[in-house]
């Protein structure tokens, strides 16, 4: 299974890009999406940039990732055999 996360471009050298998630930087490849620039919002797969989104597109879906990601932890909150009910 794979997740499409977006993640932001913060600069480019030639066909390599570095970019963040989460406050995690990585190189990928810009071999596939010629067109990105800094700033944009591209998803990445096995280390290329395979789409360029835009700030909307990227924004609605990091606010879906945040959204599982805040139900998961409530969840987990209430599965942990040694999490105290108050």
Not at 21 to 29: F, L, N, P, Y
Not at 36 to 46: E, P, S
Request: charged share 25%; net charge negative.
């Amino acid at each position: 299974m794979c997740l499409a996360i977006p993640t932001l471009i913060k600069s480019i050298d030639g066909q390599q890009a570095e970019v963040e998630i989460g406050g995690v930087r990585r190189k990928i490849s810009l071999a596939l999406t010629p067109e990105a620039k800094v700033g944009d919002y591209v998803i990445v797969h096995t280390g290329f940039a395979i789409s360029v989104l835009n700030e909307e597109e990227a924004q609605e879906s990091l606010a879906l990732f945040a959204e599982l990601e805040e139900s998961w932890a409530t969840e987990e909150q209430w599965t942990d055999p040694e999490h105290e009910v108050r």
